[in-house]
């Protein structure tokens, strides 16, 4: 083919018309050097009706370009391993490595078996080996099924960096908080503490497991516990004064305690304190 008659790139609408109730056509990105092979696809997805908008190119080069940070807008990146300058396989380690959440289809001919399981091991969502007979009928049942997998993924990352993110603020705003604040099991083994409970008792933050009979002496664990027990079996928040010993003596703290359900359902106690020791006297008050 003579370079003046060489198409670097194309834009189709397959599948006829999006609908109302047939929601946006997927948006796919192909990128594959050979015409013949990108018509290949375009007419396999037309003739099945998979609604999608496929932009083809030829190269890596141009396929990074469009893609951008992290490949948003995109559904699914087709790519195959015969390319110019950089592999497909290539391509996709570097889309990989720069954490592009678009899924990717590999495809390949000669060697296909080599490619396939180089490209899975890497992380490619799936392959395909054009040099079987019936690939382009398998187009059309692939794509959309990958899509809606790659669709579920990104969906599950999302949740979870929205997760990691609550999940920082609580901790940097319990971390920064003037009270003390815990959360206990059934049985009083604190499952949580912050940073100001860990300094003011000289214990680490990570408590899991401990009870009030691990870090006070028993007379004072006994109050706690029995605190605690009134909260839950009323399943009501309520507010007692609670003497502590500490280095320098006994601390009087203004304990608010309630009642919390975990995710499956498990019962636990939640609590705030603030040191009132400067405020008020409780054996004078008596």
């Known amino acids: 083919m003579s370079t003046c ?5 194309r834009r189709w609408r397959v599948g006829g018309r999006p609908t109302p109730l047939s929601g946006r056509p997927h948006r796919i990105l192909l990128v594959d050097d050979a015409e ?7 007419r396999s997805l037309d003739r099945a009706g998979v609604q999608a908008e496929v932009e083809w190119v030829r190269s890596a080069e141009s396929a990074l370009d469009r893609l951008g940070p992290q490949g948003r807008g995109w559904d699914l990146v087709v790519v195959d391993q015969d390319l110019p300058r950089m592999s497909g396989l290539q391509l996709c380690q570097v889309m990989l ?3 592009v959440v678009v899924p990717f289809i590999m495809t390949a001919g000669e060697e296909s078996q080599a ?20 690939h382009a009928d398998l187009l059309p049942v692939l794509v959309p099924q990958v899509i809606m997998k790659g669709g579920e993924r990104q969906r599950r990352r999302a949740a979870e960096r929205a997760l990691r993110e609550s999940q920082r603020l609580f901790q940097a705003f319990m971390n920064n908080s003037p009270a003390l604040a815990y959360i206990k099991d059934e049985d009083g083994r ?15 933050v990570e408590v ?43 601390h009087h703290w203004l304990a608010m305690k309630f009642p919390l359900a975990d995710g ?9 304190a603030i040191d009132i020791t400067g405020f008020c006297n409780p054996a004078s008050d008596a």
């Open 97 to 99: 490595d720069s954490e």
């Open 36 to 42: 013949m092979d990108a018509h290949v696809f375009r």
């Open 208 to 250: 899991s497991g401990l009870t009030d009979f691990n870090l006070w002496p028993a007379e004072t664990a006994r109050q706690l516990r029995e605190h605690d027990r009134e909260v839950l079996e009323s399943q009501e928040t309520l507010q007692f004064m609670e003497t502590v010993p500490h280095e320098d003596g006994d």
């Open 190 to 204: 604190y499952v949580y503490a912050n940073q100001l409970f860990g300094d003011l008792f000289g214990v680490d």
């Open 5 to 9: 008659a060489r198409v670097e790139a």
């Open 115 to 134: 490619v396939a399981v180089a490209a899975l091991k890497a992380g490619v969502s799936d392959f395909l080996n054009k040099s079987q007979p019936d």
């Open 264 to 272: 499956s359902g498990r019962l636990r106690l939640g609590g705030m």
